[in-house]
Each structure stands twice: as structure tokens, then as C-alpha cells.
């Protein structure tokens, strides 16, 4: 029952961290640091949510979790699924419901993870079909394929075997050749860091709890996140001033043009997303190394006494 | 191979967008007489082109005949709007450089930047 309390405890505590990480002001100094940290709590909160209904379930074994799911697997083989020693005692029917919430979440939770993979595999099939068919070359951007629409836009279609950059020709229009350099340095960091891969689990969270507001918020603050370490990693070698006027030119040459229809989807609560990049871009500030380190090993310990409480046979 | 399909295929819709009655296997053959290409091989890009439902065939007599199923300008503002993330429900599939933003926005930024370039031109006096 201890195990069952701590890892409640780790669950809720991982909640409050989600809600004081959105509204934290460091995670634009450290972007990387900070994905790390989402990915840290994403992670050890579905592990201490499940890990703490099973070791209540399971509290008649008094084996823990881990210990306790073989003692049920093996009683469930020998005698058939009759839950025997579960069924004895205070709390049985809520011990039965806690084991059956951990089943349902671990299912929704990979039911979620799957749905979205393929649904992004099939959205890039199709938009990579159809890339094929109207996208062309251009002299001034070698390597990456140019869509010949107005509207100032430039993106990845990653991929393992033909990760692709795609630029609009009103973005070639918008933009001096060092800011478009700095723009595909962007795009080639996202592919080369496989970024939509860090972006997966989040969206796939945002699925499986679509009424939830916190997911989808935090899957906002985790995709702004991942274009802040694209962006530092575009102004190694390019000047942070031309990728700024980039995302101004942008912001100036892109919405309108775009013929309005699905505008309203485009979420837009607390400061725009874009001036956040553009304002660290023209004043940046690094986190600090003792920051840095604190939040890294406050991920490790998370993580790791979250799953040592799995192994506890208490 | 896989770059010459993709290259004919592309060359075919572009043959395909610039008719506007439907065309048959000959035709669109004919049209790309340069390429001197097989009967088979305009069948073949056909019918991947229409396995991925960017050509649809009627049958007409004992021939098919083929025509976009939507305008080039309709793909190209489809990708727009994956790539604008302002078709719901793709995201993670791409990452656009800048999601769409509204005018206020881009006014918003436009004066940032105004400001910062006249406070670094001070500082460098």
C-alpha cells in the first residue's frame, strides 16, 4: 500500500509540474533541457498512474507491482481468471475496477500511440504523393522542392529513406537568400533530430484524452519547444537577426494569402507563439549550467524512483 | 525506377491538367511522343495514378479515359493547408516553419522588430 501511495503521489506531482511547466518562463532559455523534462513527465506519469492502480489491486499478493502482475499471471494460468485471492477482503470490488482502469489506460494510452503513428504515416504517404506530382525544383534552393503558391510557407515532410523540405514560392518571394538559408537550416535541424518523433507521443496523448484541455496544451507548449531548438540550432551558423525577420516576414506575407477557410483552427491563447521565438531570437538568454543540470537530474530521479517503485515487493 | 515512374507520372498529370476532356491510354501516349513510351507503360502510370486517386476512368466504348480528379491548383492549396496546420488533426505529420497567424500577430511583430532594429542602430552610434 506504501508503493500504491508514493506512486499516487509521483502521478499528481507530475501533474502539478505539467501546469507549472506551461506557465514557467525558463523552458525558452533551455528548449532542449525542457523537452526533456515534458518527455520526463509524460512518461513517468502514465508509468506511476498505471504502476499505482496495479499496486492497489494487487495489495493482496504483497508482492508490489511488478512482482505482483507475475503472482497474477501465474494464478491466472493454473486456476483460470478467477481473481481468488483478489476477490477476499475489504475492497474487493474497487481492487477488481483499480485492475481494470490499469488495463483500459495502458490499452488507450497504446491505442493512442498507434492511431496517431499511422495516421501521420498515412497523411505523409498522401502528402508526399501529391508533392511528387506538383512540386518542382528551384536553382536558388537545392534539395528541397517548391510549391508554387503565394502564401509564404516552408516545411519538412521527414522520413526515413526521403526527408523532404518544401518552400512556397511566396516564401521565396518574402525572403533575402541569408534569410532563406536560415530557414532551411531550421527545417534540416527538425529532420536530422527527427523531431516529429519527440512530437509523437504528445500528440498521441492529445488523441487519447481529446477532452482533456491539459494534453493539448501541453502538446502546444512541446511543439513550440521543439521549433525553439530548431531555431537555435538554425542560428549556429546563421545570424539569429536574419531567422527573426524571417518569421516576421512570415507572419506578414502568410495569412493573409492563404485562402481562409480552417483560419479558427490555429490555436492561439497567451502570447503568439511566433513573437515568443522572434523576442528570444533578437535577446537571447541561455539557462544557466546549474539549471540546466538540476532539471536533468530531477528528470533521471523521476524517472528512476518511479520505476524502482514498480520493482519495490512492497 | 523509382525516379523514372515518378518523373512520368508527373509528366502524364501534366498532360492530363492541361487537356480538359478526359483522355485515353493512346492519347496520353501521343501527347508524350517525345518519350516514346510504351502502350504499357502510359497504362501502367495510369493505373498507379489512379490507385492513388488522383486520376479517375470512366469507361467509354472499349476504351477508358482518364482525367485529374482535382486541379493542380487544388493539390498545391491542399499541401498549403497540411503545411499551415490549418487542416485539424495532422499535426506531427509536418512541421511548418510558421503556423498561420492572425493580422494583429503579424503587426505585432512587424513593430518588434521595427523597435529592435532602431535600438541596435543606437547602440552602434
Known amino acids: 500500500m506504501v508503493v500504491a501511495a508514493l506512486l499516487t503521489a509521483i502521478a499528481v506531482g507530475c501533474l502539478i509540474a505539467a501546469h507549472l511547466l506551461l506557465s514557467a518562463r525558463w523552458p525558452s532559455r533551455g528548449p ?10 509524460g512518461l513517468a506519469w502514465g508509468v506511476s498512474t498505471i504502476g ?19 503472482a497474477l499471471v501465474r494464478d491466472a494460468a493454473a486456476n483460470g481468471l478467477r481473481l481468488d485471492v483478489l476477490s477476499e477482503g475489504h475492497f474487493a470490488a474497487t481492487r477488481v475496477a483499480a485492475l481494470v482502469a490499469a488495463v483500459l489506460l495502458t490499452l488507450v494510452l497504446f491505442w493512442g500511440l498507434a492511431v496517431s503513428f499511422l495516421q501521420v504515416v498515412r497523411t505523409r504517404r498522401r502528402h508526399r504523393a501529391l508533392l511528387e506530382l506538383v512540386a518542382h525544383e528551384h536553382p536558388e534552393v537545392p534539395g528541397a522542392r517548391v510549391l508554387d503558391h503565394p502564401a509564404a510557407a516552408a516545411y519538412c515532410l521527414p522520413g ?7 518552400i512556397s514560392a511566396g516564401a521565396l ?4 537568400r541569408r534569410e532563406l538559408a536560415a530557414v532551411l537550416a531550421h527545417e534540416h535541424a527538425h529532420l536530422r533530430q527527427r523531431h516529429d518523433l519527440v512530437l509523437l507521443p504528445f500528440s498521441s496523448l492529445k488523441r ?3 477532452r482533456v484541455r491539459i494534453m493539448e496544451r501541453c502538446y502546444n507548449a512541446v511543439a513550440l519547444l521543439i521549433e525553439m531548438c530548431a531555431d537555435d540550432h538554425a542560428r549556429r551558423h546563421h545570424s539569429p537577426r536574419e531567422l527573426a525577420t524571417a518569421l516576421v516576414r512570415f507572419g506578414a506575407a502568410g495569412g493573409a494569402a492563404v485562402p481562409a477557410g480552417a483560419m479558427a483552427v490555429v490555436p492561439n491563447e497567451q502570447q503568439p507563439e511566433v513573437l515568443a521565438r522572434v523576442s528570444r531570437l533578437l535577446n537571447p538568454v541561455q539557462l544557466s549550467r546549474r539549471a540546466t543540470a538540476a532539471v536533468l537530474s530531477g528528470s533521471v530521479a ?3 524512483s518511479t520505476l524502482t517503485l514498480w520493482h519495490l515487493p512492497m | ?22 483522355m485515353t491510354v493512346r492519347e496520353v501516349g501521343r501527347a508524350l511522343a517525345d518519350r516514346d513510351l510504351a502502350h504499357t507503360t502510359v497504362m501502367t502510370v495510369l493505373d498507379r495514378l489512379a490507385k492513388k486517386g488522383v486520376v479517375t476512368r470512366t469507361r467509354e466504348g472499349r476504351a477508358w479515359r482518364y482525367r485529374p480528379a482535382a486541379s493542380r491548383e487544388a493539390y498545391v492549396s491542399e499541401l498549403m493547408h497540411d503545411a499551415l496546420g490549418q487542416t485539424g488533426d495532422r499535426d506531427a505529420a509536418l512541421a511548418a ?3 498561420s497567424m492572425s493580422g494583429a500577430e503579424a503587426e505585432l511583430l512587424r513593430r518588434l522588430l521595427a523597435e529592435n532594429h532602431g535600438e541596435s542602430d543606437r547602440s552602434r552610434m
Request: hydrophobic share 60%; aromatic share 8%; proline share 6%.
Open chain 1, 32 to 41: 532542449h533541457v525542457a523537452v526533456v523534462a515534458w518527455q520526463a513527465l
Open chain 1, 52 to 70: 499505482a492502480l496495479l499496486a492497489f489491486g494487487l495489495a493482496p499478493y504483497g508482492l508490489g507491482v511488478l512482482h505482483g502482475l507475475t
Open chain 1, 160 to 166: 526515413v529513406l526521403n526527408p523532404q523540405i518544401v
Open chain 1, 173 to 176: 518571394e518574402v525572403l533575402d
Open chain 1, 208 to 210: 487519447a484524452f481529446p
Open chain 1, 302 to 304: 523521476l524517472m528512476a
Open chain 2, 1 to 22: 525506377m523509382k525516379n523514372r515512374l515518378g518523373d512520368l507520372e508527373r509528366a502524364v498529370m501534366d498532360v492530363l491538367w492541361e487537356r480538359t476532356e478526359p
Open chain 2, 97 to 99: 516553419f510558421v503556423r
